[in-house]
């Protein structure tokens, strides 16, 4: 039986995790093992939790908030992907939070949908911006300068795959080469091209022109 993912929640509203814990709980697949008030707290708890994933506010209270929260977090326990969860919608916070470690960012005004689709992507490693953000991840990739590649061949073919958001599964399958070579050439892209995640090699694609944005929604 696979094993439900473990989720943690970070909020300083008490209402609000609350909230959260019983919606999340609901779900077959997915387990709350700890919530905290503020980053601190989550920092003292995390290698007795190890959430699969962190639904992370932004604003608390204290020295600490969401952003640096979540790099301290991703230094500590680097397999644990964050998921930002917060009512600001603004260009600088939003590039910091993905900039700080964070996978994906939904606004607390999102259908609880999405934020569920984005909890289960980040679990696997993908990630899921909201839409009404996603624009300014667009625009800071665009006008931030990203280091030329020496993609081979093939990892420009696998980039072009990520950038129309195909699985490892899917690429392997399309391709027709392993999964673990797949996998591979995943990390390679990513650390040749100096991204965090496959968002970003998506987002990376769109600027060099390599998939028209249109195509990825439809």
Request: no cysteine.
């Amino acid at each position: 039986m696979t094993q439900p993912l473990k989720v943690a929640l970070v909020d300083d509203h008490h209402i609000v995790r609350r909230g959260l814990q019983s919606f999340l709980s609901a779900m077959p697949d997915i387990q709350v093992v700890g919530s905290a008030a503020s980053g601190e707290q989550l920092l003292q708890e995390i290698e007795g939790w190890l959430p699969d994933v962190v639904v992370m506010d932004l604003y608390m209270p204290g020295g600490m908030d969401g952003i640096e929260a979540t790099r301290l977090l991703r230094e500590i326990t680097p397999h644990t992907q964050v998921v930002v969860l917060t009512a600001h919608t603004d260009d600088e916070r939003v590039i910091a939070a993905l900039r700080s470690g964070a996978i994906g960012y939904i606004r607390k005004e999102s259908d609880p949908q999405l934020l569920l689709d984005a909890i289960r992507a980040a679990a696997v490693g993908q990630s899921i911006i909201d839409p009404t953000v996603a624009g300014a991840v667009l625009k800071d990739m665009t006008q931030t300068h990203i280091p030329g590649s020496d993609l081979t061949e093939r990892e420009k073919e696998i980039l072009l795959e990520l950038a129309h958001g195909r699985s490892n599964k899917e690429i392997a399958a399309k391709l027709v080469i392993g999964e673990e070579t797949v996998k591979t050439h995943v990390g390679n892209i990513l650390s040749k091209l100096h991204l965090r995640h496959r968002h970003q090699a998506m987002v990376y694609a769109l600027k060099k022109g390599l998939v028209n944005i249109n195509d990825i929604e439809a």
